[in-house]
């Protein structure tokens, strides 16, 4: 690891993986799921005997799958047989961890599952997903659920009305259930009059709080309409304020991400995730879910983590692919082009989604992707060069054109910043290789192999005397005098031994802007 634990939330979406082309003349695949106290049983029925049979998508995590029928075998996504067979019975179990931009192949929801009907889809031949008939039982969306996620389970999870099923646990508590059930219904009222395009089903919310983690939030969108949130346990409750921003940027991925195709979804993921964050936070506030100043908070946490992301070297577009990059400097892309749009008197950033997505739409081969985001863009606008032009300067630059935008930045580390400045400062001096630690609360554990003194993954109480995670800033200006005189800088652990680690280098105030003064988001 080579930075802190697993940020709280942790937003994903992927483009779904298209269907390999079936024969027409072929029957189709008929795959059954059945609901079961540990996960589902997808029992198969194939046209024609079969030596093998390959399933469709690779990225899938399938270390939890076990074919029960006897004489066969799963390796690497196929199944396998010493003689011809046409039928055979697949037993899932959730899975056991999320991953970065991969959809869960089978996830807890309450008493029921999600289950993500791409996974089990054969190569080369029509699949056809069917679920159990079972009283107890329903399933959401009952048709073409092949295509996407598609909840199954007990009818009294299932709520909401004609504007979208809304699905939980009856016993959800009411402080996560309440500020769901409010973002996802204000968020698609919002979004239809800014965009004014119609979704192509009934959308469907699944909330779950029996994620495996690590991530605290996780969420993602298919085509079946169908928006999975889940959560780690008890997480949420550590910044119940990001709850609603959550689900309003799920929902817009219904527009901007599922019933078009994202051209660009996997090169240049920034643009519908960014798009996607700052439609969230632009249209919380506009909903009143988010101050104006919780939102220009959001917006420079942002701002500093493209800027830790992409620095000033030239840019490498492999670092906008994956990681937090991809939504901050999306974000940043977003909000620029705003600000532009808005001060030309040239409508905003949701009239060119609009027009992006309706011209999509229209052409359903090829859908949409940056360049067309870019050509709804003013010529000169620097939302359209900002990711492209050198790196020297380019932070200047950014600056100089948001001051004239009516932005002001100052400098304004926080607790957490001066935090992790001061550690990585002091491990960086002791290190070899990797290193970082885990922020949990009351317990900050160090973590490096090769980090002399700090190795061992000791459990800090104290450094300099102060409590890293309830002093920062008394810590931090311990640590910088005591670099400044390259003095050892002192650690107390949790068992009261005390480490001392080198400092020989000054230990500098880090940049992290904070928005004074910026135009508002409300619409």
């Not at 400098?411 to 949990?440: I, K, M, S």
């Amino acid at each position: 690891m080579n930075g802190i634990a697993a940020s709280l939330m942790a937003l994903a979406w992927t483009a779904s993986s298209a269907a390999s082309t079936p024969s027409s003349s072929t029957p189709p695949v008929e795959a059954r799921v059945e609901r079961t106290a540990e996960g589902v049983l997808v029992r198969y029925r194939l046209p024609a005997p079969v030596r093998s049979f390959t399933f469709d998508d690779k990225d899938v995590i399938r270390d939890r799958w076990r074919v029960e029928t006897q004489g066969l075998a799963l390796a690497d996504g196929v199944v396998t047989g010493d003689a011809p067979f046409s039928s055979f019975d697949l037993r899932i179990t959730p899975d056991a961890a999320e991953v970065d931009r991969i959809y869960m192949g089978l996830s807890r929801a309450g008493e029921g599952y999600v289950v993500y009907g791409p996974a089990l889809r054969a190569r080369g031949q029509d699949t056809r997903l069917r679920f159990s008939d079972a009283a107890s039982d329903v399933a959401l969306p009952a048709d073409n659920a092949i295509v996407g996620y598609a909840f199954v389970g007990p009818a009294d999870h299932v709520g909401g009305d004609e504007r979208g099923a809304i699905v939980a646990r009856p016993d959800l508590p009411a402080d996560l259930a309440q500020p769901i059930r409010d973002a996802f219904v204000s968020s698609m009222a919002f979004y239809q009059a800014r965009l004014g395009l119609d979704l192509p089903y009934r959308p469907a919310i699944v909330v779950s709080t029996d994620s495996p983690g690590p991530s605290g939030f996780r969420g993602d969108v298919t085509d079946t309409g169908v928006i999975s949130v889940r959560f780690h346990g008890d997480s949420w409750r550590y910044d119940p304020d990001a709850v609603a921003l959550f689900v309003w940027h799920e929902v817009f991925h219904l527009w901007n991400g599922h019933g078009v195709v994202t051209r660009d979804g996997d090169a240049a993921p920034w643009l519908h995730e960014g798009g996607a964050e700052y439609a969230a936070l632009a249209g919380a506030v506009s909903s009143d879910a988010m101050s104006e100043a919780q939102a220009r908070t959001a917006l420079a946490g942002r701002l500093n983590g493209c800027r830790r992301a992409i620095g000033v070297d030239g840019l490498d577009q492999s670092s906008l692919r994956s990681g937090g990059a991809v939504y901050d400097c999306g974000t940043l892309v977003q909000w620029l082009a705003d600000l532009e749009l808005r001060q030309a008197g040239a409508g905003d950033v949701f009239s060119v989604w609009r027009d992006v997505l309706g011209a999509g739409r229209r052409n359903p081969q090829d859908g949409y992707g940056v360049a067309d985001f870019e050509a709804a863009l003013p010529p000169d606008s620097a939302a359209r060069t900002f990711l492209k032009e050198p790196g020297e300067g380019r932070w200047r630059r950014l600056q100089d054109r948001m001051a004239r935008l009516g932005v002001r930045f100052v400098n304004a580390p926080g607790p957490n910043d001066l935090r992790v400045a001061a550690l990585f400062h002091v491990a960086a001096a002791n290190c070899q290789g990797t290193y970082g630690f885990y922020d949990e609360p009351g317990a900050l554990k160090l973590d490096g192999d090769r980090c002399g003194p700090l190795s061992g993954g000791p459990v800090i109480d104290a450094v300099e005397g102060f409590d890293p995670q309830q002093d920062s800033a008394a810590m931090f200006e311990a640590v910088q005098k005591r670099c400044a005189e390259t003095l050892p800088v002192r650690y107390r652990t949790r068992e009261g031994a005390v480490l001392e680690a080198a400092c020989d280098a000054p230990l500098e105030t880090p940049q992290v802007w904070a928005v004074a003064v910026a135009p508002p988001l409300k619409r």
